[in-house]
């Protein structure tokens, strides 16, 4: 195959591999990294579980670089550009890093899928710079995760939850098993709170392989000033200070409790309850991700206890979640409040009259409308904000038309 010229080549590639196309196995990813034969990093932590995971593994990237340590950071999935999901700290990577990284893992490329191949370009790229520390993301489960087959020390479980059944399982006690299957002999295992079915899971699997779990309560992080907003980010930050406490151990780093506070107080992952000044193309906003009941309940306490009440709701979702329970959720929750439907551009996309239909709003709505049309009809001056909520591919249609929000810079 003809080598990457420009990321418009790398993108139409990964464009071809289908960015939802899953095939869970170990063996593809196994026989690349044999092949990319890569210097190891010195410590690398995965961040698995259902909610949370992208907010924790933010936390304890920002905690590694408060105390100056070279980190790289891969999340998923991203709202713009692919770029988001692999990050470098202090310094970002270039252009022309990409490029080349991602030739690299094409030499040895044999029917990777997207997410596969975006694993293998990030632990690419923080070879190159020569991380310290690399903190992955899970993008599905735990078993036959890509990010799995990576030789990872600390692993962080966030709280696990009902998501993905058609692939993990339609019960708890089958997701949490498929997640637990991740462990592995001489690992540091933490955990944030879980549903007793899933702890459960957790601490067997941990047990048989000889591994010391343990769990972290919200309280652990102290009175500190979290940079993601939400009472939920009490957990996700205490997990990722368990995390980085081990980290710090392992790689003979002494700890700083101002640069803790400078840490945790700086972290930043946009679409989390993120909040929004009305423009002139938007009324101003609360942004937020919530995909499924668990995360959609967390998000409307943290409103809860801000005391923040929105105006209305613009609510989108993908038809292949369990979009009838978020929508009673919602309307429990805002019985009065009225609700808008833009139309989603995603092949997965509920269809926003169906929505609309199950919904039964008693106010008049926007129902069909692009998001920026639906936002643009819905500016207005005040401090009221809209919840825009239900997927993190609606945030994306969001980010896609006004980049500057997303606030990760160039």
Not at 175 to 180: E, G, L, M, Q, R
Not at 315 to 333: E, M, N, P, T
Request: proline share 5%; charged share 20%.
């Amino acid at each position: 195959m003809q080598p990457f010229q420009s990321f418009a080549d790398l993108w139409a590639f990964l464009e071809q591999r289908g960015l939802f196309h899953i095939d869970l196995a170990l063996t593809r990813m196994q026989r690349a990294l044999e092949r990319l034969d890569l210097a190891p990093i010195p410590l690398l932590v995965q961040v698995l579980g259902t909610n949370g995971k992208g907010s924790t593994a933010a936390f304890l990237s920002s905690l590694c670089h408060a105390h100056g340590l070279r980190v790289g950071l891969y999340t998923s999935p991203h709202f713009v550009s692919p770029r988001e999901r692999i990050r470098g700290f202090p310094h970002d990577f270039s252009e022309q890093d990409w490029l080349a990284c991602a030739n690299r893992v094409l030499g040895v490329d044999e029917g990777l899928t997207y997410f596969e191949f975006m694993t293998l370009l990030a632990l690419v790229l923080f070879e190159q710079s020569r991380m310290q520390v690399a903190v992955l993301e899970a993008g599905l489960g735990g078993a036959h995760d890509a990010t799995t087959a990576c030789q990872r020390r600390i692993l962080c479980y966030t709280p696990i939850a009902l998501d993905h059944r058609a692939v993990l399982g339609d019960s708890l006690a089958a997701i949490a098993s498929d997640k637990a299957e991740a462990m592995a002999a001489g690992q540091r295992v933490f955990s944030a709170v879980q549903y007793p079915e899933a702890r459960r899971i957790l601490a067997v699997n941990a047990k048989d392989k000889g591994l010391e779990l343990h769990f972290v309560e919200p309280g652990e992080c102290g009175q500190a000033r979290l940079g993601l907003m939400g009472f939920h980010q009490k957990q996700n930050a205490a997990l990722a200070l368990a995390g980085f406490h081990a980290l710090c151990a392992e790689l003979g780093i002494r700890e700083s409790q101002e640069k803790i506070r400078e840490g945790l107080a700086s972290a930043f992952l946009p679409g989390r309850l993120q909040r929004l000044a009305a423009s002139p193309h938007y009324p101003a906003l609360i942004l937020d991700g919530a995909h499924n009941p668990h995360g959609l309940q967390t998000m409307l306490q943290s409103l809860k206890q801000a005391g923040i009440r929105p105006r209305g709701l613009v609510f989108a979702c993908l038809g292949d979640k369990d979009w009838k329970s978020l929508v009673r959720i919602l309307k429990q929750h805002f019985p009065k409040l009225a609700v808008h439907f833009p139309r989603l551009h995603n092949t997965r996309a509920l269809d926003c009259e169906t929505l609309a239909d199950f919904w039964q709003a008693e106010n008049p709505s926007l129902i069909g409308f692009s998001l920026a049309s639906t936002l643009k009809q819905l500016a207005c001056e005040g401090d009221e904000p809209y919840l825009v909520t239900g997927s993190l591919y609606l945030l994306g249609e969001f980010f896609t038309a006004y980049p500057t929000t997303l606030g990760l810079g160039s």
